[in-house]
């Protein structure tokens, strides 16, 4: 039996704290809390203010998550793990408090502070340094496992049905294949965007860029619809330079190349050497034609879709 997605990557998150030498990981970023427990929290479009949303306690192996009820949170993670959500700040120190490993910690490792969580934290565990530990989260998430590679082609699949609505809608508004793809991509399985879907045309080109997420994993396509066949060999020339241990594609003699990490949630741009099994999102620019494409690193780069879809 293979293991569990959210098993792997707990286990990558102690292995990180066990390196860095971290008792306790208190984490409130959406994509950390993610990686670390498997707990998917409601959706929703705005922002979330920093709280204490999953403890990871390095001595016991244990995840302790900010969550009123079980919905989203995996077998493995006993409801007894699990503290209400609320605004009475003694009720909620009362909570952490209660979790094993919390206040004897020596080093306790943050990706994010509030002026309030940072007087709790001396409170609840006096003796502890803290640790910025969003490095840390970063390098764990740096390379993806299979079943993540996996999440993210699905999703770069239901971001080229939407890129099919639009090219079937032509010559259709702008705004219209707009709202077309939107709908294609939540008949193929998500409605939750990466970022605002683009559709722009311009002469005889159409400029498309789409994005969905799939459990939390980006997948995403961008086309020039109208292009030759030329122009759009360039960016297959970018995709093969996605090599391990090579450097990210620069831009060159007119063409602009952005590369930035993918995976779950927003991750940091490239400007290092590349890992095998990093995911990236690669962008092409050469005039008026654009494309891009997710792409795992390896010794023959693997775009997560057909370079020709």
Known sequence: MSTPLHVERRDRVLSAMADADLDVLVLGEQANVVYASGHHRLWTAGTRPHAPTCIVVRRTGATHLLSTWDEGVPDDVPFEHLFG?????EVMGAALAAIPGLSDARRL???????????????????????VADNLMADARRTKFAAEVDLMRAACGIAAAGLEAVAAALPATDAAATALAVDAMARAGSSRPVDEPSVRTT????????????????????RTLGADAAATTVHERILAACLPGGPPPASVDGIDVEVRGAGLGAERPVTDTLEADMVLSVTTTAGVHRWRDLVLVADEPLPLLDRNG
């Open 85 to 89: 959500i609320t605004w009475n700040p």
């Open 109 to 131: 490792g943050v990706d994010g502070m509030t002026a309030g969580f940072l007087r709790a934290v001396g409170r609840l565990a006096p003796g502890a340094e803290l640790v």
């Open 203 to 222: 002469g005889g080109t159409t400029v498309v860029d789409l994005g969905v997420l799939v459990e939390g994993y980006e997948g995403g396509i961008g």
